[in-house]
Nanobody
């Protein structure tokens, strides 16, 4: 099982980025996929996740209305479209595979991080 996150970078406040999480070793109907982030000096927090069955999506309150999670089963890839980015979105972003309980992902596998910096 492998998860490869990509798409991070430097963006100005108000800008957009799209993160990708390419998975291998399983298909997207086997595990739910989620995005987490960790800012310097802070705990890792869940951002969003998408179910393995019906594609239900869940978001942290801090990103609702700005971030959109989606998946492409043919490409075995999950995306996180991030719009209206704020400096407080600056963090290392990680994708993970696991199971959803009460709207939050319990990770079984982690990918490496991709750094998102929101700054003018």
């Amino acid at each position: 099982v492998q998860l490869q996150a990509s798409g991070g970078g430097l963006v100005q406040p108000g800008g957009s980025l799209r993160l990708s999480c390419a998975v291998s070793g399983f298909t997207l109907d086997y595990y739910a996929i989620g995005w987490f982030r960790q800012a310097p000096g802070k705990k890792r927090e869940g951002v969003s996740c998408i179910s393995r069955s019906d594609g239900s999506t869940y978001y942290a309150d801090s990103v609702k209305g700005r971030f959109t999670i989606s998946r492409d089963n043919a490409k075995n890839t999950v995306y996180l479209q991030m719009n209206s980015l704020k400096p407080e979105d600056t963090a290392e972003y990680y994708c993970a595979a696991g199971y959803i309980y009460s709207g939050s992902l319990a990770p079984a596998y982690w990918g490496q991080g991709t750094l998102v910096t929101v700054s003018s």
